[in-house]
């Protein structure tokens, strides 16, 4: 029997290892063109020859999804958004120094247990002074934003599978923090003798009657304030963080403080406010100072403007979200639900009245049986005193 084509004959006969192998590349090379024409590729001998090399695929790192997302998003999203990426970044890097002893890792070696031990990393970071780095909701935020670069990585086809396919982000969900309107009308009668803490208080006040977040009360400028469909002034701007257009009227108590500073001499915008951490620092002194226990920073004045200012005296939730500028209506229904304890706990203060009024009743109403009681015990006529004389 003659040797087949393709097969190796040794010095002393047939050598049963070499053909063994020549059999096993052959099977690969069959494989490597099925492949090619199942992903509906160019078939040719170089092709096969790639494939059958795993040169036609070239391995994708960690760090080259990092810097094709961030180089492309730079131009998508806004400043503020692609700071917490390249936190995300900073927090992937220390991760694979500490659990991998590298730099980078290929994106094939992303799997479930990746992510578990990236969660648990996050979950343990400590600061300076071994206080944790982050919340349950701060890991989360980190992990989102990598998920959104492990789902692009998908798409480019650098991964076959999702290794966050399993994996379900869990927020704790919390009631915004806003000041009823006891405390708004604590701060606004409230005068400060220090400018910088008289100047933070007007600017956080313009944002209780505007929703305008901190961003947009820096940025606004007198070309942005037109007359409206009611010959009212109305804030014509687009949100900083999502690019969307909103048109506000401008509530008396915001227009005050407009024509207040009209002269006054600022940097760019129509009022004087200072860098987001100091206004944030001055803000707990001016709560310190009204008796207001709550963590008041500027974005509370925007969750004030929705719950207090707005849904709390009737206006609908879909003038509410138009006015904030929310892409969903279901973001501006988290203010709904703060509201409702709101709700229930006034109808409890009235329910209260109601029983005190039925209690006033029923005294009322057992003193005059007592005083008609009192009458006719006794009922003296003309006519009887008359009849008992004779």
């Known amino acids: 029997?003659?040797?087949?084509?393709?097969?190796?004959?040794?010095?002393?006969?047939r050598d049963p290892n070499l053909n063994a192998y020549l059999d096993q590349v052959q099977v690969k090379l069959l494989q490597c063109h099925a492949q090619l024409v199942q992903e509906d590729k160019i078939v040719s001998s170089n092709a096969i020859?790639?494939?059958f090399l795993g040169?036609?695929?070239?391995?994708?790192?960690l760090m080259d999804l990092i810097e094709y997302h961030n180089g492309n998003m730079v131009h998508v999203l806004k400043p503020g958004t692609m700071k917490n990426y390249y936190t995300t970044e900073k927090y992937l890097k220390r991760f694979l120094k500490s659990n991998f002893k590298q730099e980078d890792i290929h994106l094939k070696q992303l799997n479930y247990?990746?992510?578990?031990?990236?969660?648990?990393?996050?979950?343990?970071?400590?600061?300076?002074?071994?206080?944790?780095?982050?919340?349950?909701?701060?890991?989360?935020k980190h992990l989102e934003r990598f998920k959104k670069m492990v789902n692009l990585a998908v798409k480019l086809e650098w991964v076959s599978k999702n290794p966050f396919d399993r994996f379900q982000l869990k927020f704790n969900k919390f009631d915004r923090v806003f000041l009823t309107h006891r405390e708004l009308r604590l701060i606004e009668e409230t005068e400060f003798k220090q400018y910088r803490l008289q100047h933070v208080k007007d600017c956080f006040v313009f944002s209780c009657y505007t929703?305008?977040?901190?961003?947009?009360v820096k940025e606004l400028t007198w070309d942005k304030i037109a007359k409206g469909i009611d010959d009212r002034n109305w804030i014509y701007t687009k949100r900083e963080k999502t690019d969307e257009l909103v048109k506000i009227p401008i509530l008396p108590q915001a227009w005050e403080i407009l024509e207040k500073y009209r002269d006054y001499p600022t940097h760019n915008g129509l009022l004087p406010i200072c860098s987001n951490q100091k206004v944030n620092t001055y803000l707990k002194e001016i709560a310190g100072a009204c008796g207001i226990h709550k963590n008041i920073t500027f974005h509370v004045a925007r969750h004030t403007f929705a719950t207090t200012v707005m849904l709390?005296?009737?206006?609908?939730?879909?003038?509410?979200?138009?006015?904030?500028?929310h892409t969903k209506l279901s973001t501006t229904q988290i203010y709904a639900r703060v509201v409702?304890?709101?709700?229930?706990?006034?109808i409890g203060n009235l329910l209260m009245?109601?029983?005190e009024r039925e209690n006033h009743r029923a005294f009322e109403k057992k003193e005059r049986k007592g005083r008609q009681g009192v009458r006719s015990k006794d009922p003296k006529s003309y006519h009887n005193l008359t009849a008992h004389g004779s």
């Open 55 to 61: 040169e036609d695929k070239v391995s994708r790192t």
């Open 49 to 51: 020859k790639m494939r």
């Open 1 to 13: 029997m003659g040797l087949q084509q393709g097969q190796g004959q040794g010095q002393v006969g």
């Open 353 to 355: 009245r109601f029983k």
């Open 113 to 140: 247990r990746f992510i578990l031990d990236l969660e648990h990393y996050l979950r343990k970071c400590t600061d300076k002074k071994k206080r944790l780095c982050l919340s349950n909701n701060g890991v989360m």
């Open 312 to 325: 709390s005296n009737g206006v609908p939730i879909e003038t509410v979200s138009k006015l904030l500028g």
């Open 211 to 216: 929703g305008l977040s901190y961003v947009d």
């Open 340 to 346: 409702e304890s709101k709700i229930s706990e006034d």
